[in-house]
């Protein structure tokens, strides 16, 4: 990320609502109507602060748990955004009007509770911009991941030196220099491992 902003790559800012709240304790929350527990974001900071930043080719998101989920495709597709404006909330939620009348897109990062936007919105800003072009240092890593377009399943196990450590030894096919027998063992250890981590990408 801090190559990226040295190079030019991505100009990454971090606002706070609060500077564009106008009572005098800057409040961006409020009680919901109707009742309930916790606050709800109110509109007025939300929608001031977007207006002041958003340009022609903003994309407004949200971070939400009732979002779409992120995925590598979703990631790839906000890639291509000239400039993305992230609205974190708060875990109980903003006010509706913010979503029906502001923002574009609601994004979860997955089936689990935060206590604030914040920390999804860094995996989001993350997961995209490591896929901008000169980001990465070897740009095979980006193709190779087991998310990306070009792989269905999960990556085969690695291996580094020592080839014997505590006694378990790296699978000899490895060390073979065989290089077909190398792609169809990780072919089978990637199947292997899929079942047993993540059935629902072999569905
Ligand atoms: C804003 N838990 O959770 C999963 N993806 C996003 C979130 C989230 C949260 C609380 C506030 C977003």
């Known amino acids: 990320m801090k190559r990226a902003q040295k190079n030019g790559i991505v100009d990454l800012r971090v606002h706070n609502l609060r500077d564009w ?3 005098k304790h800057h409040i961006v929350d409020d009680a919901p109507f109707g009742g309930g527990q916790g606050m709800v974001m109110k509109p007025e900071p939300i929608f001031a602060a977007v207006e002041s930043l958003r340009t022609e080719n903003s994309g407004v998101v949200l ?3 009732q979002g779409r989920t992120l995925t590598q495709s979703l990631a790839t597709e ?3 955004r000239e400039h993305l404006i992230v609205i974190c909330g708060h875990y109980e939620g903003v006010d509706h009007r913010v979503i029906e009348h502001l923002v574009n897109l609601e994004i979860s990062i997955g089936d689990y509770v935060l206590t604030n936007g914040a ?6 800003v ?5 896929l901008l072009p000169g980001v990465l240092g070897h740009q095979q890593s980006a193709a190779d991941d087991s998310f990306s377009p ?3 399943g999960l990556e085969a196990p690695q291996y580094t030196r020592p080839a014997e450590f505590r006694g378990w030894k790296v699978p000899e096919v490895l060390l073979s220099g065989n290089h077909g027998e190398i792609a169809k063992w990780r072919r089978e250890q990637a199947i292997k491992r ?6 629902d990408l072999l569905d």
């Open 78 to 80: 906000l890639s291509k």
């Open 194 to 199: 899929t079942h047993e981590n993540r059935p």
């Open 21 to 23: 709240a106008r009572d």
């Open 126 to 130: 993350d997961a995209i911009v490591r």
């Open 63 to 65: 971070m939400t748990p």
């Open 119 to 124: 920390i999804a919105a860094v995996v989001l």
């Open 150 to 152: 070009e792989s269905s």
